[in-house]
């Protein structure tokens, strides 16, 4: 013990071992790799009850550091939208997985286009955000449609 005082001496120590890190770096790595590689499954549990326990402010961050969405941007957008997806209107809801809003943004500009539900955010994605493959699209659907006329005599 160096200081008589608890509170000197946990500073103390706090310090020492600091410097060690500093003055042994791989050394401090090497057994930063072994703790977690002994604790693996114990610390992913707690990290993954941490991001369980604040899944919207888990969300919250994700939007801001991938869209640069600050918070409270993300649920004027929702209100923009009453809380439907921009294209096909289906009500969308984050408590469920499938009608989970998705932040559409173009890959190009990196802009936040608006909220979509995950189909849309997929077709767009297949489509490779092409306004003309989704044009062809709709005029295949089209030109391939049954004939409503017929089915209704
Ligand atoms: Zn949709």
Request: aromatic share 6%; with cysteine; charged share 35%.
């Amino acid at each position: 013990m160096a200081y008589a005082d608890p509170v000197m001496e946990r500073e103390y120590q706090r310090e020492w071992k600091k410097r060690w890190r500093e003055r042994n770096r791989e050394a401090h790595r090497a057994n930063a790799r072994a703790y977690y590689a002994k604790n693996q499954e114990r610390i992913g549990g707690q990290r993954k009850q941490v991001r369980e326990n604040n899944k919207e402010r888990e969300a919250e961050w994700q939007r801001r550091k991938l869209y640069g969405l600050l918070p409270g941007e993300f649920e004027e957008m929702m209100q923009a939208q009453r809380h439907a997806c921009a294209i096909c209107r289906v009500a969308l809801d984050s408590s469920t997985k499938i009608l989970t809003p998705h932040v559409d943004h173009c890959h190009e500009s990196g802009v936040v286009r608006g909220i979509l539900c995950g189909n849309c955010n997929h077709l767009l994605g297949r489509a490779k955000d092409r306004p003309e493959v989704l044009e062809a699209a709709i005029a295949y659907l089209v030109q391939n449609a049954p004939d409503d006329q017929r089915s209704t005599e």
